[in-house]
């Protein structure tokens, strides 16, 4: 009964979001940042659109704060007064304090910054565009070498994604079917010659650890992406990421 559960909650997300692809054009793909000063602190907010997937994050800088972040699927709704990017929400670091799983906020493009009223206004501008070997949507799998075991799939509620687009890296663990959320770490990153490097700018679990810079292995065997070398704690890691193309399901 639960995998029905599970089969029909994932559904009615993709008929939700089937639809107005005509209207997501209005927004190009990318990252988009507004810094604001108040108070002596810088707040950073964050938007990144990758295809039809949305994902907002709000940290402080000096000194360093995680403030919030929430994602999920998105479509935009059109009207004669205005238009709205209707959020069906997978993840939500505020859900134990606000219990939201859906969010529209009014917007509009100016030039080509991303204007959005929402909590706060906000005139976002974006990044300049870049690709590397490991851009895309991927969902931890398992632990590697991968031989035998049983992997996570899009099926399974628990998930781990990892985004990575115009030089930025972010993971984020959650559950979709009780919204708990454990944590999320985002910054930039590179990809060359098979080594992968992580700068960190924001960590929900530990601000200390902004600044510091990671240094990895990469290998991409067809849709999987081997991430091998040492964790936080010294210790010898592997794990293996799958590519998320939810077009193929």
Sequence with gaps: MKNITITASFLFCMLFFIGNLVGYSQI??????????SNGKKSVHQVKLNDDYFIYNE????????????????????????????????????????????????FSMEGENLKMNWFQELTLTPSNHSTQDLDGEWLFATRGPGTGQERRGEGNTRKTLK??????????????????????????????????????EFFSKDNSRVGAQLEFNYKLEGDDWHH??????????????????????
């Design 28 to 37: 190009p793909t990318g990252i988009y940042t507004d810094t604001i000063e």
């Design 59 to 106: 940290y402080e800088i000096a000194p360093n704060n995680f403030i919030k972040t929430l994602g999920g699927f998105f479509q935009i709704e059109n009207s004669a007064s205005n238009s709205l990017l209707v959020i069906l929400l997978e993840f939500n670091s505020d859900y134990e304090k606000d219990g939201v799983r859906k969010i529209s906020i009014p």
């Design 163 to 200: 985004l990575l687009m115009d030089n930025t890296f972010q993971w984020i663990a959650y559950d979709t079917e009780s919204f708990r959320f454990s944590g999320t770490g985002g910054g930039s990153y590179s990809a060359e010659n098979g080594i992968y490097k992580e700068h960190i």
């Design 228 to 249: 091998t070398g040492k964790n936080s704690k010294g210790e010898p890691m592997y794990e293996i990421w799958s590519k998320r193309e939810l077009s193929r399901l």
